[in-house]
């Protein structure tokens, strides 16, 4: 017998604490072409674009096995032409520095425009950038998850609409659609990628694409993987409403569950709100602790906050992490690269008095660790 395993709560960007209910639903087997799964990847489908706001007529959603990394890699697949693809990666963390390792995997021509990680993109430089060459597709991430700063992405959508018509606008979303506004449409974004484990709060497993079906469309016999090819699953989805490959039918179960409880706990508003609750009891909680934010207020977003680690001798954050993880509570080391920091994530299923119960045994540990608290 393995040793018994207490669930903890998941503080993270993600794998994310789900419903009891949620997982419930995937206690059935059920066969890809079944009716009932085929009705359940419809069900999916549609409501993605509902949260979305998005009408059938313009947009399709796109379900693709795998985590959120393997669907942008797909996008930026199956948007880039076989010859002459260059893309614009703008970056300002980790996750948008991946879609450019992604582009170099693929042997494509990339510009990989780094921003300071601490700040939003800088619009005047992202629209220099736009006058001065040319690209394919350009691809920019909404919350940057390894700082949790917000990009004004509608705005760099506005600037390609504008200065680069043909050019493919790609949004990872990954960590807000959902709990984010994104006006998708109206300011002229193409594709966006999120999964099924971040705001919509299913179980991981696989992840989705939303995209302007008159753009995927002419993307076809661009994609140089079978399995990342967006416009050839796309096309089985359509023709017999199943999969290509065998899906993660429990995970699609699950999330079906998911996205009916997003539907009945008020929907974005009702997500936003919870987790922006999370945030101020969170940011009202360390800072009491003596903690310090890396990012100004106003380019925080609510879905994760970064803090600078205690300026003391005794602070030492493997031992925090590994006492908090024995109380239940998993915190995520930092990602930036010149400062150290540590995220605390708001989403997933966690409500304000989780987010209390967790301010209550990070002081525990502090104190354990000999640390004054709060400190001076
Ligand atoms: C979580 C996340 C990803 C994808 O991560 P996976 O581990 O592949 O699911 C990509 N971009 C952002 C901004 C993220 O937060």
Redesign the pocket.
Known sequence: MEASFKEKKLFT??PLCCSRSVKEAMLVDVGSRDSYFVSCVKEIRQRLLEIAQLSEAEYTAIPLQG????C?EAVLQTTSPRQGAKVLVLANGA?GRRMGQMCAWAGLEVRLEEFPEDQRLDLAKVEALLRNESFTTVAV?H???STGIINPVEDVARLVASLQPGAAMVV?A??SFGAVPLDISGSGIDYVVS?AN?CLEGVPGF?FAICRTKHLLSCKGNCRVLSLDLVDQHSALERSGQFRFTPATHAMLAFRQALREYGSSGGLEGRAKRYQENRSILRVGMKRLGFRELLKEEDAGYIITSFHFLQHERFDFPKLYSRLSDKGQVIYPGKVTNADCFRIGNIGHLFPDDVRTFLGHLEDVLKEMGLPVPLP
Do not use: A, L, Q, R
């Open positions: 960007p993600g985590s959120g990394t393997y942008v996750y991430v919350c940057e998850t990872d990954m960590s999964s971040k992840s």
